[in-house]
């Protein structure tokens, strides 16, 4: 399995969801912002505790998943 610099999963942390290190933002609202229309500079002004690559290697984590 691949690690990620970016996405932890820690049972004590929004229940184990895949997250982003640190901000506790799930890579989950993160692709249904994504796919709400919101682009990436808007999720980053809504979350400033991620950035631009968080939000990158939310989408490859997400895509490596299936």
Request: charged residues 25%; hydrophobic residues 40%.
């Amino acid at each position: 399995m691949k690690r990620y610099k970016r996405i932890e999963s820690n049972p004590r942390v929004m229940f184990g969801k895949p997250v982003i290190k640190g901000a506790r933002v799930t890579v989950e609202l993160i692709l249904r912002k994504l796919s709400a229309g919101l682009n990436s500079q808007e999720i980053v002004q809504e979350h400033p505790t991620i950035t631009l690559e968080d939000i990158r290697e939310a989408q490859v984590f997400a895509a490596n998943c299936y």
